[in-house]
Each structure stands twice: as C-alpha cells, then as structure tokens.
C-alpha cells in the first residue's frame, strides 16, 4: 500500500559530502513526521535526524552540525543533506515514516535501506 524508496548512497572520501533522498508513493492519505536511521555492521540501528510534517527537526549528536534534514511535502520526499562526512559515518542508512492511508491506517514504514561508505 505504501513504499518508501531510498537513493543517494554511495562511496565518498573524508570530508566528501553526499545527499540521501527517500521518496514515499502508494495509497498514502497524508505523511507525518519522517526520519532517517543509519546501522553498521555488528551494530544496532540509532537515529540520525527527524523532522515532522511542519519542518521542525532533531537531530542525534554525533552529526555535530553536518546534516541537514529537510522535506518537500509536495513530492513525499525527504532529504538527507551529508557534509564533512567521517569514516565512522559508513553504514546502511534507512528512511522511516508514520504515514496514513487511503484506507484509514496509520503506520509506520521503513525503506530498503541505501549503503553509505566513507574512505579514510
């Protein structure tokens, strides 16, 4: 019914910067807030940035002001600005979102996921 699907990843230097995108389609009535998640190998999935449907956002401490979430609600698509990015910011970084339906659920999806490497 809905899908979230995730691009941008890729293979960047230190300091490189890349930009995520995740775009969501299907039977959706109306998209509230969206997040991005980041796991590495061996490690557990933690929480890069949120914003809501009204632009506010949080972000986790370890961006230190290198990331920039943003959204255009016109599209269903979020973005995922990546600056000065560091080694230890490699891993699979997935799309979330609690989304309504046409057919009155809400829920919250993930995305595919998108493979970030970042070369010492």
């Known amino acids: 019914q809905v899908q979230l699907v995730e691009s941008g990843g890729g293979l960047v230097q230190g300091g490189g910067s890349l930009r995520l995108s995740c775009a969501a389609s299907g039977r959706i009535f109306s998209v509230n807030a969206m997040g991005w998640y980041r796991q590495a190998p061996g490690k557990q999935r933690e929480l890069v940035a949120v914003?809501?449907?009204?632009?506010?956002?949080n972000y986790a401490d370890f961006v230190q002001g290198r990331f920039t979430i943003s959204r255009d609600n016109a599209k269903n698509t979020m973005y995922l600005q990546m600056n000065s990015l560091k080694p230890e910011d490699t891993g699979v970084y997935y799309c979330?979102?609690?989304?309504?339906?046409?057919?009155?659920?809400?829920?919250?999806?993930w995305g595919q996921g998108t493979q970030v490497t970042v070369s010492s």
């Open positions: 914003i809501t449907s009204g632009g506010s956002t």
């Open positions: 979330n979102a609690i989304i309504a339906t046409t057919l009155g659920l809400k829920s919250t999806y």
